[in-house]
């Protein structure tokens, strides 16, 4: 079992930063890819960016990729995503999201195990 616990979000302005966080309990951080998903209202959760046990791979979204940085400490096992130039439409709960290493479809939430419960992204206009 892993739980996940996730924090950082705020209400921030357009065009600003803002980093989120992720904090696993487990004992095999390092068994698991990490994940991150969004959810607006009305709208199916949406993958965001994705980062292998290692770190040493990482995978974005279209909408987000060049904005955002996914990373992982093992040591801490905890996972962050920075995002920089916040846009409106970013706005959504961010999932944080574990699943086997050997995900074969990174973005497909089905192929996550564990889900914590979101921390809301309000980007004003």
């Known amino acids: 079992q892993v739980q996940l616990v996730e924090s950082g979000g705020e209400l921030v302005q357009a065009g600003a930063s803002l980093s989120l966080s992720c904090a696993a309990s487990?004992?095999?951080?390092?068994?698991?890819?990490m994940g991150w998903f969004r959810q607006a209202p009305g709208k199916e959760r949406e993958f965001v960016a994705a980062?292998?046990?290692?770190?040493?791979?990482?995978y974005y979204g279209d909408a987000v990729k060049g904005r955002f940085t996914i990373s992982r400490d093992n040591a801490k096992k905890t996972v962050y995503l920075r995002m920089n130039r916040l846009l409106p439409e970013d706005t959504a709960v961010y999932y944080c999201?574990?699943?086997?290493?050997?995900?074969?479809?990174?973005?497909?939430?089905?192929?996550?195990?564990?889900w914590g419960r979101g921390t809301q992204v309000t980007v004003s206009s």
């Open positions: 999201a574990a699943g086997p290493d050997d995900i074969v479809v990174i973005t497909r939430k089905d192929e996550y195990e564990y």
């Open positions: 487990t004992r095999t951080f390092v068994n698991y890819a």
């Open positions: 980062v292998s046990w290692d770190g040493g791979s990482t």
